[in-house]
């Protein structure tokens, strides 16, 4: 039945959020309807709305499975943006996954079945 989900987190400041998420995350600008956004990286979607309280965003986050998880993270580590107390290892609950908080607070968990 279930198909997919599509996350939607807080953004605070929209040129910023289009700069982190093309710049940093390599994911695409879809569509912006007066800063909501739609953004995309392979066959995930991000939808972002506009959000004046920060305490929002720091609350907030999402879970991204992956399937080359080593890759990525060589990917997204260099460019400083790995949460620092949640860098790639394995979990207990049989995943291997980093974390990056976004430039507004949210907190996107990739992960990969071990």
Not at 40 to 68: E, F, K, M
Not at 90 to 101: A, I
């Amino acid at each position: 039945m279930l198909q997919t989900a599509i996350p939607i987190l807080a953004s605070l400041n929209e040129a910023e959020s289009i700069t982190f998420y093309t710049e940093k995350l390599k994911f695409t600008l879809q569509a912006n309807w007066t800063g909501y956004l739609i953004l995309s990286r392979d066959d995930i979607y991000l939808h972002l709305w506009p959000c004046n309280d920060v305490y929002i965003a720091q609350s907030t986050g999402c879970y991204i499975n992956v399937n080359d998880i080593e890759n990525l993270y060589a990917e997204y580590e260099p460019l400083g943006i790995v949460h620092p107390n949640a860098k790639l290892e394995d979990k207990p609950w049989g995943r291997r996954q980093f974390s990056v908080l976004d430039n507004n607070g949210n907190i996107i968990h990739f992960g990969q079945a071990l």
